[in-house]
């Protein structure tokens, strides 16, 4: 199933029968997709009820900060990344801007959702994992973005609730 425009924001997702051994569970094909682009860029097993209820909850609650919407896309990304994922461990994760469920961010894949008025922003990109520093690379990192409106996110939103009561 697709909801949104994939050339714009879209979740696409569809249970697998083969990967479901157990009748009742949902493990199927779930990504997110950005600008025309997915995220990831391969088939990966997610279950989708928890991949759709992640995504549901930061749509319905989207962090608004006008300064930071007016960033520049690398330096948006960039900070917001680092308010989720602080290199302080004292500091505390502030997971609003994160759009990406589980599933996704295991595949380095990240997603960030913000807004200022009526307008919402969505950035992503996969970033390469730096194991020996166990960090991400944002050199060169393809940072894909769109603008949409609140009434754009409502129909999302009210597809995804369809699918998922």
């Known amino acids: 199933m697709i909801i949104g425009d994939p050339y714009r924001f879209s979740v696409i997702f569809d249970r697998v029968e083969e990967w479901n051994e157990i009748e009742n569970v949902n493990n199927g094909f779930f990504a997110l997709c950005l600008d025309g682009k997915i995220f990831p860029k391969y088939m990966i097993n997610a279950i989708i009820e928890t991949s759709l209820h992640d995504v549901l909850s930061v749509l319905k609650a989207i962090p608004e900060d006008g300064d930071m919407f007016c960033l520049e896309t690398e330096v948006c990304f960039k900070t917001i990344y680092d308010r989720v994922f602080p290199d302080d461990y004292d500091a505390d994760d502030d997971y609003r801007y994160l759009l990406s469920p589980y599933?996704?961010?295991?595949?380095?894949?990240?997603?960030?959702?913000?807004?200022?008025?009526?307008?919402?922003?969505?950035?992503?990109?996969?970033?390469?994992?730096?194991?020996?520093?166990?960090?991400?690379?944002?050199?060169?990192?393809?940072?894909?973005?769109?603008?949409?409106?609140?009434?754009?996110?409502?129909?999302?939103?009210?597809?995804?609730?369809?699918?998922?009561?």
């Open 103 to 165: 599933a996704l961010t295991d595949e380095n894949c990240f997603i960030f959702i913000l807004k200022n008025r009526d307008k919402v922003r969505i950035m992503g990109a996969e970033l390469k994992y730096d194991i020996e520093n166990s960090t991400h690379i944002f050199d060169d990192a393809e940072i894909s973005v769109v603008e949409l409106t609140e009434n754009d996110i409502q129909q999302i939103i009210d597809k995804i609730e369809v699918y998922t009561h």
